[in-house]
């Protein structure tokens, strides 16, 4: 059993089962990818919190008080520290704000920053647990299980988008924002859709060139095609951004082994696009054209301008703790759209620089992972280190790190890494 490979912490509390410790995790994962629905939420005095935010509480507190894996590493204690960072910022923002203007939403503010007090937490627990083998295998199934799920709901949602009648209903689906023409799979809306699936296109990449049994590589090749498909019917200019990076492994694995044939996953994107573009099916033709809007005729509510303007009302409040988190709604009339921009105007310079930290940190993470590959690591090692340009790319137009998925990917990257680089040097 797993649990003989436990490294136990310095409190000497009861052994938790395996079974319950593979249950906590795979609730916490099931809530966050498939049961972020706006109806499952918990109204509080100080907030909103949804059933995801739940399962991460119960993951954490019940973690705290039972013997488990727990050795970190240098790299991992680092990044910890700057998500803690990022909600104990948050805190100061709020009550420098108080004493000097005003926060608009003090609620959201504080979710936000007790959000990534948790992440924090989670990523601490979560990250020592997986990096004993049998339990990273387990996560990674479940994972890939969830992501079949996503990709079921998204092909009924496109189905009835082509105007198949015995999906409408399930397409006028209450959770989904901007219904009609637009997928969001299990999530509210198809920003986070676009990134899960360009988190775990790098991950089944790898696993098809790692796994000998010629049916699982079948397996995964589909799943791949299909988050291809459905990332196209987001009609998410984001998905533009992120799809060349989700498949860098296909690119450098062909290129090392000379075996082009893996190339044929670029085609099939290319002719999915061309035709979904020449016909309008879809939300493909509004992503291409807005994004062409976006460059050549910026409205009123383009980015750029929507940026300008949170960063002019950061400069009038506080540049040092900015206009508080998840205040630019409220002040500027629209949400910033860019994790970079969000966290320079909410959180002022200090913030920043502590998210400016931990894009280092999972850079310096996958850059080693990139080179433990190189030097003989398993292809998920490229598949997982793949995850952070992801990351850092759909940043641009929306925020990553603000998404509940966040812990659950920064502790499958440390975990990788533990165990394709640290193992490799010990």
């Not at 999530?187 to 990134?195: C, E, I, M």
């Not at 979904?276 to 750029?304: C, H, K, N, Q, Y």
């Not at 998840?326 to 502590?354: C, D, K, M």
Request: aromatic share 12%.
């Amino acid at each position: 059993m797993a649990h003989r490979h436990r490294s136990t912490s310095n409190y000497r509390g009861p052994e938790i089962p395996d079974r319950l410790l593979l249950a906590l995790m795979f609730v916490m994962i099931g809530c966050i990818i498939l049961l972020d629905y706006d109806r499952l939420a918990l109204s509080t005095p100080v907030g909103r919190f949804v059933l995801a935010d739940l399962a991460m509480v119960a993951f954490v507190l019940t973690l705290t008080f039972v013997d488990r894996p727990s050795r970190f590493s240098r790299e991992g204690i680092f990044i910890v520290f700057f998500l803690v960072g990022l909600g104990v910022t948050g805190f100061v923002s709020i009550i420098f704000l108080n004493l000097v203007a005003e926060v608009p939403n003090v609620g959201r503010a504080l979710t936000d920053s007790i959000r990534y007090l948790l992440y924090g937490a989670v990523v601490f627990f979560l990250s020592p647990i997986l990096a004993v083998r049998e339990y990273y295998q387990y996560y990674l199934k479940g994972l890939i299980v969830c992501y079949a799920i996503v990709l079921a709901v998204g092909f009924g949602q496109i189905f009835a988008v082509l105007g198949v009648p015995v999906f409408d209903s399930l397409f006028d689906w209450r959770n989904i924002r901007g219904r009609g023409t637009r997928v969001a799979g299990t999530f509210r809306w198809q920003g986070p859709l676009v990134l899960f699936i360009g988190l775990m296109l790098p991950v089944l990449s790898a696993k098809i060139y790692s796994d000998i049994r010629r049916r699982a590589a079948l397996t995964y090749s589909l799943l791949a095609l299909g988050g291809i498909i459905v990332i196209f019917f987001t009609g998410s200019r984001s998905a533009f951004l992120v799809l060349p990076f989700s498949l860098l492994p296909v690119l450098i694995i062909a290129l090392q082994r000379r075996e082009w044939k893996m190339f044929y996953p670029f085609m099939f994107g290319v002719v999915v696009f061309t035709l979904l573009t020449i016909f309008d099916i879809g939300a493909v033709s509004r992503a291409t054209e807005r994004m062409f809007d976006a460059i050549v005729a910026p409205t009123d509510e383009s980015r750029f301008r929507i940026w300008s303007a949170a960063i002019a009302a950061m400069t009038d409040t506080s540049i040092l703790f900015g206009i508080g988190p998840r205040q630019t709604t409220h002040i500027v009339g629209n949400a910033p759209h860019s994790g970079y921009i969000a966290f320079l105007v909410e959180r002022g310079v200090i913030g920043f620089l502590l998210f400016l930290g931990l894009i280092i940190g999972l850079i310096r993470v996958s850059t080693q992972l990139l080179s433990a590959y190189f030097r003989g690591a398993s292809p998920i090692a490229i598949g997982v280190a793949s995850m952070v340009p992801v990351l850092l790319v759909f940043s641009v137009a929306n925020s990553a790190v603000t998404g509940r998925i966040t812990p659950l990917v920064i502790a499958l990257i440390l975990s990788t890494h533990k165990l394709e680089v640290k193992n490799e040097t010990q």
